[in-house]
């Protein structure tokens, strides 16, 4: 088995803002108590042309380029998402025509917000296996095109984006160390959107019951992240035989910043070592945690060698962490697209 890692990383965010301020024009609600209760100040939000597959393909493009990987050298593309722009073709085959990656395999991964790690969690396996060497996986969603503006229970913690990361053959005792994933489908009616597939096709009826919107019973999903976040970060601590205290950064879905305090909390992380950008992006599902890992990335914070644990939750329910030790090289301004140091193939 060789090592497999991370090698490139995009993102790609629409660049419409929707401020707290604006949301208080719309529902009963204030910046005061959204920021309170999630850290959110502000999201992104995708006009009528940008889509899972086009802001997913402009976050490939940009790691490809990072990756110094050729669209044509990629062996497979995997895209986590819960917003694809059809229920079929699959985002990842829109992606793979926008890209011209004529030589890869291409499918979806639909486990919302934990998407990115399980598609990450994938890709390590095929690239370990040596079946591939070259590998997209994409995280990307645009929930707000089906978050009921009505209401205030939702529409405040959802945004746009993509992130993306090559995943190659790297160093040995680098890239992705272990993982855990997890899911319990008795949670599945906690967080949904009823209507749109073959149990509930697209009516009048379901139209104006508004079924094709996210519903979320709040309270349980919150108490649900706040149980798994930490408990499955230690799961794949302990798999690797490390601890807590080896971890330079946590990087986690970035849903709410109470969720983010009691996973740090339990693993007994530092808030130093902890990656939020929340208030900034609101929850991009999918995107969220590929997002975090290009901005930490580009501000210099993660460094060759440091060890990172990345942890989301979401619908399904479902769970994922990842630790990697990190095999991409500091990125020098004067270079904005330093070459990866591991994408030599065997
Ligand atoms: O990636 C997975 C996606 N899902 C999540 O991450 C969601 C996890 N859950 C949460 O983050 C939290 O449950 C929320 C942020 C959604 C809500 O926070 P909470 O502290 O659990 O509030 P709550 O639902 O218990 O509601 C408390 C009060 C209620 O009023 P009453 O019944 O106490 O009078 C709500 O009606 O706050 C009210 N409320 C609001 N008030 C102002 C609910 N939403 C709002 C709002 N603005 N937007």
């Keep these: 088995m060789r090592s497999a890692g991370i090698v490139g990383l995009g993102k790609a965010l629409p660049a419409k803002v929707l401020t707290n301020f604006d949301l208080e024009q719309m529902v009963d609600t204030s910046d005061e108590w959204i920021f309170e209760r999630t850290g ?3 999201r992104r939000v995708s006009s009528e042309n940008e889509t899972s597959a086009s802001l997913g393909a402009a976050a490939c493009k ?3 380029a990072h990756a110094n990987v050729a669209p044509e050298d990629v062996d497979l593309i995997i895209c986590a998402t819960t917003s694809p722009d059809m229920l079929f073709p699959s985002t990842a085959c829109l992606i793979q025509q926008s890209l011209g990656c004529w030589s890869a395999a291409a499918f979806d991964v639909a486990a919302a917000c934990s998407g990115f790690v399980y598609a990450l969690t994938i890709a390590s396996q095929f690239v370990s296996s040596g079946a ?11 929930l707000t095109k089906f978050t009921d503006f009505t209401d205030r229970g939702t529409c ?3 945004g746009d984006g993509a992130g993306a990361a090559v995943v190659a053959p790297v160093e040995e005792g680098k890239g992705v160390l272990g993982f855990d994933m997890g899911s319990d489908g008795g949670g599945a009616r906690l967080l949904e959107i009823p209507a749109g597939g073959g149990r509930h096709p697209a009516t009048l009826d379901t139209v104006n019951q ?8 709040g309270r349980e999903v919150f108490k649900f992240a ?3 976040m930490g408990e499955s970060a230690q799961r794949a601590l302990d798999r690797c035989g490390l601890s807590s205290r080896d971890v330079d950064w946590l990087i986690p879905h970035q849903a709410n910043t109470r969720i983010i305090d009691s996973a740090m909390r339990h693993l007994d992380i530092p808030v130093e070592k902890v990656y939020v950008n929340v208030e900034r992006y609101g929850n991009t599902s999918a995107g969220s945690i590929p997002i975090a890992l290009h901005e930490a990335y580009h501000e210099g914070k993660l460094r060759d060698d440091d060890c990172i644990v990345i942890v989301g939750f979401g619908a399904g ?3 994922a962490s990842c630790v990697l030790v990190w095999s991409l090289a500091p990125l020098h301004t004067s270079e904005p697209s330093a070459p990866a140091t591991a994408c030599r193939m065997e």
């Design 317 to 319: 329910l479902t769970w």
């Design 226 to 228: 706040v149980k798994i």
């Design 62 to 64: 940009e790691a490809l």
């Design 156 to 158: 405040i913690l959802f």
């Design 40 to 42: 959110i100040r502000q």
């Design 210 to 217: 508004r079924q094709h919107f996210i519903r979320m019973e």
């Design 132 to 142: 591939y060497s070259r590998v997209l996986v994409v995280g990307v969603d645009v």
